[in-house]
């Protein structure tokens, strides 16, 4: 069980790369040969996870870059993390 004091981080793979090309981004996973186009935010939240970051530290930066409100920050976080699961771009959780 995670200790509530200490929350859980997110973090990219290692075995990926990407570049900004315009407001867009370019995400290549070096294992699969996979490459995936991501949005102005996508490219945010992209770069601030090359650092370990808690889901609610995103949130906060996702508000203040983007000047939405937390609760959509976190909806579009929620979908982005999903397709970065999904495309197997997310490092396992630190045990």
């Known amino acids: 069980m995670a200790d509530q004091a200490t929350p ?7 075995r990926l790369r990407y570049r900004a ?3 867009e981004g370019v ?3 070096l294992d699969r040969g996979r490459v995936t186009v991501v949005n ?3 490219l945010h939240i992209i770069r601030l996870l090359q650092q370990p970051m808690s889901r609610e530290s995103l949130v906060t930066a996702i508000v203040t870059e983007f000047e939405v409100g937390a609760a959509e ?3 579009d976080l929620a ?3 999903d397709e970065l699961a999904a495309e197997q771009l997310l490092a396992p959780p630190a045990s």
Request: aromatic share 4%; proline share 5%; no cysteine.
């Open 40 to 42: 102005e935010l996508g």
């Open 73 to 75: 920050a976190e909806a």
């Open 8 to 14: 859980d981080l997110l973090a990219l793979t290692p």
């Open 21 to 23: 090309v315009g407001d």
């Open 79 to 81: 979908r982005f993390l």
């Open 27 to 29: 995400v290549v996973h």
